[in-house]
């Protein structure tokens, strides 16, 4: 059987939206990273909190630099809010979603984009997943 296909998430700080669909990838199946055009060093504290809801450990994650993924090949690399600094990244495929970022903002709000995030991953998850079935 083939590995999971890799998908690289990325944003500014890489501290909620690429850590929300970092571990929403990685339960959909898709082996995931998660990174930072210019990180934070931290994960916010309502990423931990929403994901905690589903029964995942955010608190475990770290902020990371996208330059360590510099070499790394992605079958998709998915963008949020970091443009074209995220240009030198290789992959098979490349998105960009548009999702606001909830920093600094109530429950309600970090559900809600965590659950866009989720609907998003799911579908690409499915895409991913049966390209490779039928390669």
């Known amino acids: 059987m083939n590995a999971k296909p890799s998908v ?27 990174a930072g055009t210019r ?12 994901m905690a809801e589903l029964g ?12 360590q993924f510099a070499h790394q090949e992605f079958a998709a690399t998915v963008t949020m809010g970091c443009g074209d600094e995220c240009a030198h990244v290789s992959a098979e495929s490349r998105e960009t979603w548009p999702i606001p970022d909830p920093k600094g903002t ?13 609907s998003r991953v799911e579908t690409l998850a499915k895409r991913l997943l049966d390209a490779q079935t039928h390669a």
């Open 8 to 34: 690289l998430f990325v944003c500014i700080e890489n501290s909620c939206r690429s850590q929300l669909a970092e571990a929403l990838g990685r339960m959909a199946g898709l082996e995931t990273y998660s």
């Open 39 to 50: 990180p934070s060093g931290t994960v916010d504290s309502g990423a931990i909190a929403s």
């Open 106 to 118: 109530d429950a309600d709000n970090y559900r809600r984009v965590r659950d866009d995030i989720a």
């Open 56 to 67: 995942y450990d955010l608190a475990t994650h770290r902020s990371e630099s996208i330059d």
